[in-house]
């Protein structure tokens, strides 16, 4: 069955000020696919991902997902934005609000979904990360691990199209990365389409159909998981893989 394009990217340009972060960037990604983006850091990764909700607004170029140009005049980025739910790498709960509330404000005010129906989706997600004993649970007594499962149910709750992870473990103890990669994995297992900025090779590459190198705003480099690691073209990759692995 032929995978179709949910996002597609053409001549992406980015610009603060004087400074370039982004330059020319035309991409793609399939319905189902995982991608991962890695690169050093300044490279442009973070921009680029929030590019993609219009987090950040490209100074010149096209995003269209789902066949709408998202940075076309007149779109109403929230109701596309509905669609492409996003984590972030310091999680971005509201510490006034206990776990429960985290969840089903975004369903309840803005799918208008009612509060019986919310609740119980997010039961449903809580106990597949084996956290439904933290419903009443307040941020600040939380692990940094529970803190991004509980990020990640809150972007699921949206049923979201694509999900887009701008470094979900870096602000994690070691011990903490696994249970919110294994998250991802399974997340990956089920078919969630997937955009991924990490800088865990190892996952990289067990994950990702797809893996984009960029560095200096450009992508330097696009290839499958296996092809990257294994057989990288660019003397820029292939500079990078040997500090990195």
Sequence with gaps: MEEHNIIKVEGLCKSFGDLQ???????EFKEKQVVSIIGPSGGGKSTFL???????TPTSGSIIFRDVDLCAKGVDINVHRQKIGMVFQHFNLFNNMNVMKNLTVAPMRIKGMEQDEAEAKAMTFL?????????TSYPSQLSGGQKQRIAIVRSLMMEPDVMLFDEPTSALDPEMIGEVLDVIKQLAVEGMTMIIVTHEMRFAREVS???????????????SAAEFFDDPHSPRLISFLQKVL
Excluded at 214 to 219: E, F, K, M
């Design 21 to 27: 972060v982004l330059n020319d960037i035309t991409t």
């Design 50 to 56: 929030r590019c993609l909700n219009l987090l950040e």
């Design 127 to 135: 106990k597949r990360m084996g956290l439904e004993d933290k419903v």
């Design 209 to 223: 159909n797809r893996i984009l190198f960029l560095d200096g705003g450009r992508i330097d480099e696009d290839r």
